[in-house]
């Protein structure tokens, strides 16, 4: 899997969590926390949802690398592409 | 037998939030509610062909589309709802009126900050100290322990009289408590009252549960209505599941209880002990229709918190109702009016034994009398605040209905008819049962909205990210 791929993967599900939000405008070098109204409960949800459709695995203390959706790519790709 | 990953007792706001959330990430969840239809002590009926709120005057922690970090937002991203589905109406003002005070309040805290600096001129700047406290205090931990509201508030507010007519929404919004309330319930509810403000949805309180009903139907989690739990079960003070009416067992590793502490602790098998006082705060409401509007006898404000006595008691009255106080909500009143008849609903402070003692030859004529007695307040409150306008006719109501704290008992099932549970809470929602979960009102946060939250923040907590109590 692509790492763009797995950035629309990423990005769907932000799409589905702030309902609200306009995500086609997010930059990927800044944090998503301020560009979009997430906090830590949003982001819990964003890890269950990657377990829930991907059954990609992220452990807490690698939370910290979905901040931006650059690191978020960086650090999910190759689970993915581990999976496949 | 049926098994299940969790129960889920209770179809009200807590209950159907916590079940979305644990449904969303595909537990097996059973739902179980006693009554015929959803949302526990906010629900609705239906006489004379109308349809009738009971419980929400209004939705709390107002917020326009796109703020961010309000806790209307979490919820609805929580449970996957797009805002304008709730079709928000924002208040257009409301009013605290004691006998020589008033003060309005709209969803601007300056509005209601240069109220004060106008009728209490030395007590502002204590005011605005109060708001940065308030503004910083963090009282959603489950941690923080009980501090007396009304202490921490003389510390800013030291004009007596200002601060019962802060308290006075406060309180009969969501206290379990008789004449104060703990520090973090009152950040909350000064938070969710003056600081967010009141909105209606389009269609009142059948909007916001037909929204979570409908998201259930897409998890394919089925309400299971007329389901009375007369157990829950343990084994070695760990929860197995819950006994019903019928005689069915139904087994659960993990079970949320929003029937209130008291009531889901006296339903444990065997039984356990523990002292946790009923909640003593119930109300009577009275819902008038009139082919005329309340714009039309001069009523302009979408909530009256009023208070004819020197202080303000929000506690049990000695009589049936407390006279002197009232919240009167003109649901007509939001900056868009969806109904087509004037309605107008007067809510007192009640004596749930008193009620409870009446013969019914008795309760019907007390009703009358309430009934009476609250169209003449109605009639002093019209002359108060509009003067030149007639006095509304008991020929004008098209339609009237009153109900008491025996009514709220008989369809929520919440020992004495009490509303805001317990003054026990359980912040963290245990109980001596391991897996015993309590959400809603004895879990500690009020309003609807702090219900919903209260169902999703103990689902997350205990159901999704598996917290082992």
Redesign the interface.
């Known amino acids: 899997m692509q790492p763009t791929e797995v950035r629309q993967i990423v990005l769907d599900i932000i799409a589905?969590?702030?309902?609200?939000?306009d995500v086609t405008k997010i930059d990927d070098s800044i944090a998503l926390r301020d560009q979009l109204?997430l906090?830590s409960?949003?982001f819990?949800?964003i890890v269950?949802e990657l377990k829930?459709q991907h059954k990609v695995e992220v452990p807490q203390e690698d939370y910290p690398k979905l901040a931006t959706m650059e690191s978020c790519v960086t650090y999910l790709t190759p689970k993915f592409q581990a999976l496949q | 037998m049926r098994e299940f990953d969790a129960i889920v007792i209770g179809a009200g706001m807590s209950g159907l939030a916590a079940a979305i959330r644990l449904g969303m990430?595909?537990k097996k969840v059973c739902l179980l509610e006693k009554h015929t239809i959803t949302g526990g002590l906010n629900s609705y009926y239906s006489r004379g062909k109308r349809r009738l709120d009971v419980g929400l005057h209004a939705l709390t922690n107002y917020m326009e589309?796109?703020e961010?970090?309000k806790p209307l937002?979490?919820l609805?991203?929580?449970l996957?709802?797009?805002?304008d589905s709730l079709e928000l109406s924002p208040q257009k003002q409301s009013r605290i009126l004691f006998p020589e005070k008033e003060l309005v309040f709209t969803n601007d805290i300056e509005f209601l900050t240069e109220e004060i600096a106008k009728n209490f001129p030395t007590q502002v700047d204590g005011f605005l100290k109060l708001l940065t406290k308030v503004r910083e205090f963090d009282e959603v931990n489950l941690d923080n322990e009980f501090l007396p509201a009304k202490d921490v508030v003389r510390h800013f507010i030291q004009d007596e009289m200002l601060l019962e007519m802060i308290f006075c929404p406060l309180l009969i919004y969501g206290s379990a408590l008789e004449d104060d309330m703990d520090f973090s319930q009152f950040v909350i509810m000064f938070k969710s009252l003056y600081l967010e403000g009141f909105g209606r949805p389009e269609g009142g309180v059948r909007r916001i549960l037909n929204l979570l009903e409908g998201k259930l139907k897409e998890l394919g989690v089925e309400i299971e209505f007329k389901k009375s739990v007369t157990e829950i079960l343990t084994q070695n003070n760990i929860v197995t599941g819950v006994k019903l009416e019928s005689g069915e067992v139904i087994h659960a590793p993990l079970v949320f209880s929003s029937m209130g502490l008291p009531e889901t602790l006296n339903k444990v098998f065997p039984a356990i002990h523990h002292q946790t006082p009923i909640g003593r705060m119930s109300f009577t409401e009275t819902l008038y229709f009139f082919s005329q509007k309340p714009a039309d006898m001069g009523l302009n404000d979408t909530i009256i918190f009023a208070n004819q006595a020197p202080q303000y008691a929000y506690r049990r009255p000695d009589s049936l109702f407390q006279k002197e106080s009232a919240v009167i909500c003109l649901p007509n009143n939001f900056t868009h009016d969806d109904q087509s008849e004037g309605v107008i609903r007067l809510t007192h402070i009640a004596n749930y034994d008193a009620w409870k003692a009446l013969e019914k030859t008795e309760y019907k004529a007390q009703k009358e009398n309430l009934h009476n007695y609250d169209f003449d307040y109605l009639n002093q409150l019209i002359q108060r605040l509009a003067p030149a306008k007639n006095a509304v006719q008991k020929t004008d109501l098209a339609f009237k209905d009153l109900f008491t704290p025996t009514t709220v008992e008989r369809y929520t099932w919440h020992l004495g008819g009490c509303v805001y549970g317990s003054p026990e809470k359980t912040r963290r929602g245990l109980t001596p049962i391991k897996n015993l979960i309590i959400i809603g009102t004895d879990q500690g946060f009020l309003g609807i909205v702090g219900a919903m939250l209260s169902g999703i923040s103990m689902a997350?907590l205990y159901g999704?990210?598996g917290e082992t109590v």
């Open positions: 589905d969590i702030a309902l609200d939000d109204d906090d409960m949003d819990l949800d269950m829930k | 990430y595909e589309k796109g961010r970090g937002a979490k609805l991203k929580q996957r709802l797009p805002y997350n999704l990210q």
